[in-house]
């Protein structure tokens, strides 16, 4: 905002002569702030002369004209603050400071003065101050009561309030330091009456120049930018009359519409005032981008959220974009409206002595999802809809328009119960557009590690084991974290969430922090103006594992990525427990510590292996393959990917075949190996090395290595972790023995290095 002040007809006398003396006040660079506790209208002050010659400024005062429902009557220095920003004229200090401290007064209920003196010899100043290139002299800052009341900020000028309230600096003008001289042939020389003023007001951020709208055309012509006031005087729809929209700020007129239509965004710096109707269509993005900007509804504003088609018994995780829907009004189509209570979350103990450590969802007595018959749907809050409990397949086509926008931070309490685990809450964008998941988790850095999405696509099978018949099964959650998604394990592997999340849409989370209420926090940098099917992107090295029951239609899926910005140990917010499904393909750490259904290492090193584990509740022994459903990054997607089963003694090529295996219900911590070179490293002669053999495997004490065509050099062997537990070297033979007998009974590798090449194997010390 920029308020321009041409007084004229200015006159300064010295003695009996009096001449036309023009200076120009302004205003630039206004804005509203917060430091936490106050909200403050801050403006910097400029001054420039018109006409004669530079001058240096003595003693000053001018009076500013305010609006009183935004600041209060009569404020004065407790409410006021003019400082002396550095590379203002009233900073200027040549030892000591030029100008004193400045001295505000309430001059009127609607009126404060800010007045300063010259302390130290027009000669002591280092040059003429006031040219005709506009100068800061202070900056004002003044708290306010009331942001949503246009701040009316102007100079006074008019009468004599304004009269002889400028002075050219007093002497003595000669060139050093010295006290102030204001008596005689040293006074400086008076400006006075000062004519005219321009109380525009600052309504409008800097920048924000008015672009209207008409039904046909922009005027002025052109589309609208972030520093455009776009007000529509005619209907408006982005998919007809020119596309989406950016803005400085947006009015709305009374009998207008503005439609954003389906993939389409209107971007807002600042305010939305609507006097006649704004649609938000299905799959639109409406966005601001301060955080203190605000919404003001004074005619109506319609958020379309259309769901995917829902099954009876179907239900979906949905949160209200609008501040002030209802259970019965926005949800009345719903069958049945359910929210969460975290307090009443206890783990499921069938769970979780099936698959302990591993993420629970499944409460022990079913109590944590009450019945909402009526009530606020809170901003930010998750509820549980469901649509109906027969009937063919449907959407629910939801208009949100209760209330007005949510914006800027949005805040939910979420509740701990003495650790991680037992602390599920349901939460949901609470915006009319897409939102990043990884900003969210960033931004509750230390609170959350992961989002979880409940897809709910498998259909109640009582013949499947798990808890409840699956009404509610964890094999529709997915899982996204700052590593990436991995699918829900009763989907397509190929649906992994794509780090955005779609307009209302609910998800779970489990704050890893303390106390009986943890804030969760909402900000507008989280929003998005695309679309709610982000690619996914490829700067990462990153592949997901897939394994599949062949008799079930049951499925896991691991995600393992390398990142520069994650560690090889555990990293908060880029690794994630597995979860607690029917079948379950996980990894570990490298010492074999935690059951991750997410894993996120350092840069891609192709001597990396990475222990990974299996768990099934099927109880027969059935068929198992494992794929690798995708891989990307450029070290990955050249690289050959090899999978060892440590049970089976099998090396898989995964790169090239797929790996099917045989099991039976039960946890099978480290069972296979992941790894980027082949456990063979060829020399000249492969028929050489495919000689090599050890006996007797497994064993209880004695291990015997023949190379009956080539020399053995040394031998070194490995646990699972790839730590070295026993080396020999300087070899030089065909045959030799190793004693085991210190060994802990467990699967071990064994490198055995000739003259043309290594080979290692797998044993068993019983």
């Known amino acids: 905002m920029k308020i321009k002040l041409l007084l004229t007809a200015l006159f300064f006398a010295f003695g ?178 000062y004519d005219g003023s321009d109380c525009s007001g600052a309504i409008i951020p800097v920048g924000c120049v008015v672009k209207t709208w008409d039904g046909s055309n922009w005027n002025p012509s052109g589309a609208p930018t972030n520093s455009d006031h776009v007000v529509t005087s005619g209907d408006y729809n982005t998919a007809t009359d020119g596309g989406s929209i950016t803005a400085c700020e947006v009015t709305v007129d009374a009998g207008m519409t503005l439609t954003i239509a389906a993939d389409e965004f209107l971007s807002v710096v600042n305010d939305i005032t609507v006097n006649g109707i704004l649609n938000v269509s299905q799959t639109a993005n409406l966005v601001q981008i301060e955080d203190d900007a605000i919404v003001t509804n004074n005619g109506e504003i319609n958020v379309y959220v259309y769901t995917p088609n829902l099954d009876g018994r179907d239900f979906i995780l949905l949160g209200s974009p609008m501040s002030s829907e209802t259970r019965t009004d926005v949800f009345e189509q ?94 949901s964008n609470p915006y009319a557009s897409a939102m990043s998941a990884t900003d969210f988790i960033n931004t509750n850095a230390g609170v959350v590690d992961a989002v979880y999405f409940w897809e709910h696509i498998t259909s109640p099978n009582g013949g499947v084991p798990g808890p409840y018949g699956l009404n509610y099964t964890m094999e ?110 996980y990894s570990h750490l490298d010492d074999g510590s935690d059951i991750l259904g997410i894993q996120a290492r350092g840069v891609f090193d192709e001597t990396v292996k990475i222990p990974m584990g299996f768990a099934t509740l099927i109880d027969e022994r059935t068929n198992y393959t494992i794929t690798i459903q995708d891989i990307e990054g450029l070290h990955l997607e050249t690289a050959t990917v090899y999978l060892i089963d440590t049970v ?64 053995v050099l040394n031998v070194t062997v490995y646990d699972v972790m790839g730590r070295i537990v026993m080396n020999t070297s300087d070899l030089n033979s065909t045959t030799t023995q190793l004693n085991l007998s210190e060994l802990s009974s467990a699967m071990y590798l064994i490198e055995i290095n000739t003259e043309e090449g290594k080979v290692t194997k797998s044993i068993i010390k019983e």
């Open 334 to 427: 719903a069958l049945r409206v359910r929210n969460h209570l975290t307090e009443e979350f206890s783990p499921n103990t069938e769970v979780g002595n099936s698959s302990p450590g591993a993420g629970n969802w499944v409460d022990e007595t079913g109590n944590d999802w009450p019945v909402l018959e009526n009530g606020a749907i809170n901003p930010g809050e998750g509820y549980m809809v469901m649509r109906d409990l027969t009937g063919p397949p449907a959407p629910l086509h939801l208009n949100f328009n209760s209330g007005t926008l949510n914006n800027g931070i949005v805040t939910y309490s979420a509740g701990y119960n003495g650790n991680q685990n037992s602390s599920p809450s349901i939460i």
């Open 16 to 193: 009996f002569t009096i001449e036309a003396q023009n200076i120009v006040l302004t205003f630039e660079n206004a804005e509203i702030t917060n430091d936490g506790t106050n909200d403050y209208y801050e403006v910097d002050v400029f001054i420039a002369r018109t006409s004669l010659s530079d001058f240096k400024l003595g003693d000053g005062q001018f009076y500013v004209d305010y609006n009183p429902s935004a600041f209060g009557s009569g404020i004065d220095n407790t409410e006021v603050d003019f400082e002396y920003p550095t590379g203002s004229i009233l900073a200027e200090e040549n030892v000591l400071a030029i100008y004193g401290t400045p001295v505000i007064n309430a001059n009127t209920a609607t009126t404060v003065s800010i007045a300063w003196q010259q302390v130290l010899s027009a000669g002591s100043m280092a040059t003429e101050n006031v040219t005709d290139t506009p100068t800061l002299l202070g900056h004002i800052k003044i708290i306010m009561i009331n942001t949503a009341e246009s701040p009316d900020i102007c100079f006074n000028v008019s009468g004599s309030l304004f009269d002889d309230q400028f002075y050219t600096a007093c002497g003595p003008f000669e060139p050093g330091l010295a006290t102030r001289d204001c008596s005689g042939t040293n006074a400086g020389t008076q400006i006075f009456d």
């Open 648 to 711: 089976e003694d099998v090396i898989t090529t995964l790169s090239e075949t797929n790996y099917t295996f045989t099991s039976e219900k039960g946890i099978y911590d480290n069972r296979f190996i992941l790894q980027f070179v082949p456990e063979l490293i060829l020399g000249t002669n492969h028929n050489l090395l495919e000689t090599v053999a050890v006996y007797p495997n497994p064993t209880h004490h004695t291990l015997t290595v023949v190379s009956s065509k080539v020399p």
């Open 476 to 585: 529709d959650i997915s899982i996204f974290n700052l590593t990436g998604g991995t699918a829900a394990a009763g989907s397509d592997p190929g649906n992994v969430p794509n780090g955005i999340i779609s307009t209302g849409k609910g998800f779970g989370i489990k704050v890893i922090s303390s106390g009986g209420s943890v804030p969760i926090t909402f900000n507008n940098a989280m929003r998005r103006t695309t679309g709610n099917a982000m690619p996914r992107s490829q700067n990462a090295d990153r592949i997901w594992l897939h394994v599949q029951s062949e008799d079930y239609n049951l499925n896991s899926t691991a995600l393992i990525g390398f990142l520069e910005q994650a560690t090889d140990g555990f990293d908060v917010g880029y690794d994630a427990k597995r979860l607690a499904t029917n079948v379950s393909l």
